[in-house]
């Protein structure tokens, strides 16, 4: 049984050995489990000496494989490249910083082995990330599962366990605006979950500030949900039907009572107010419309600049 490590890189050059190093230390209990092993790396346009790090063990060892971006494309696009070109009957993303451990990889064979299609990674202890980290993806996952029909399990990042199946029918989705957590979810199959402590990461720092794990949530929701849509349709509603009937208030005041001239401020408050309304609404839409327009383009997910050791398999 061939598995692959899909493992997406920018800027890593200070994890690449020491990933090597902790691989290699696990490579002799694999095999006595009778898998093979190769490493799929992606690196998505890395400024540092990445690359050349990647191509010196690829020249090393046989099992390391690589492809190397044109640009920077992000890491959405570097995994799913990395599921493409994945050789391996199952295959296992994760991250080249050591805070997705080896030895859940075990466990996560272990599950296969009872059945399992997907084998879900779930952190118990966030405790290595920031607290506005933490609350913010706490949040995260509350507003998303609420909002969609697809809901994600909680504390789950890209860590997890496929078979060539289950990675075959993700590659069939065809749209390029990726959030992958969610098509790894959207596909199905039976799926279980094993725990685990992430551990801090080994070297440098996480290339995901707040702008862009902002960014990707708002991707996520609005790949796989259009109730902000609808919200703001019921609201709308709700908004003209009581301007209506305070609109229908003024009529009957001014027809049978007269109307003595009212306050500026409370009259900016509703103009402003209102404006505001319907700007944040515009927004959602043209979150909506933005994606659309990029759907239509149909420019590839990446470009590959450079395949290393491409043509081998797992062994």
């Known amino acids: 049984m061939n598995v692959t490590l899909v493992v997406p890189v920018y800027n890593e050059q200070l994890n690449l050995n020491t990933f090597i190093d ?8 694999f095999s006595e489990l009778n898998y093979n092993f190769d490493i799929q790396f992606v690196d998505d346009g890395s400024k540092d000496n990445t690359a050349a790090i990647i191509e010196a063990l690829a020249n090393k060892y046989v099992y390391v494989r690589a492809i190397l971006f044109s640009r920077n494309f992000g890491k959405e696009s570097a ?29 996560m064979l272990k599950k296969y082995e009872e059945g399992a ?11 290595t990330d920031t607290y506005l980290k933490r609350r913010s993806a706490e949040m995260f996952y509350k507003v998303n599962n609420k909002m969609s029909s697809l ?78 849509l609808k919200i703001w349709t019921y609201f709308g509603g709700i ?10 208030k003024i009529i009957i005041e001014k027809l049978f009572f007269g109307i003595n001239v009212s306050g500026y401020a409370s009259l900016m408050v509703a103009v402003l107010f209102f404006g505001g309304v319907q700007l944040i609404g515009i927004g959602v839409i043209g979150e909506y419309l933005g994606r659309t327009y990029l759907e239509t383009k149909q420019r590839p997910k990446y470009i590959i600049k450079k395949s290393i050791n491409e043509n081998q398999r797992a062994g």
Not at 82 to 92: K, Q, Y
Not at 167 to 191: A, C, H, P, Y
């Open 22 to 29: 902790e691989f290699n230390r696990h490579y002799s209990k």
């Open 79 to 107: 995994l799913f490249a990395g599921l493409e070109h994945a050789s391996g009957d199952l295959i296992i993303p994760m991250d080249v910083d050591l805070q997705d451990p080896f030895e859940v990889v075990f466990e």
């Open 117 to 127: 299609d997907v084998v879900l990674a779930k952190r118990i202890d966030r405790g």
């Open 151 to 228: 809901k994600l399990e909680n504390n789950v990042g890209d860590f997890r366990l496929m078979t060539r199946q289950v990675v075959n029918e993700i590659l069939r989705l065809k749209e390029s605006q990726l959030f992958m957590k969610g098509l790894m979810s959207w596909v199905g199959f039976d799926t279980v979950v094993v725990t685990y402590v992430r551990p801090a990461r080994n070297e440098g720092d996480t290339k995901f500030n707040f702008f862009k794990l902002w960014n990707l949530a708002i991707q996520g929701i609005t790949s796989f949900s259009t109730l902000p």
């Open 239 to 248: 908004t003209a039907f009581i301007s209506f009937l305070y609109g229908l």
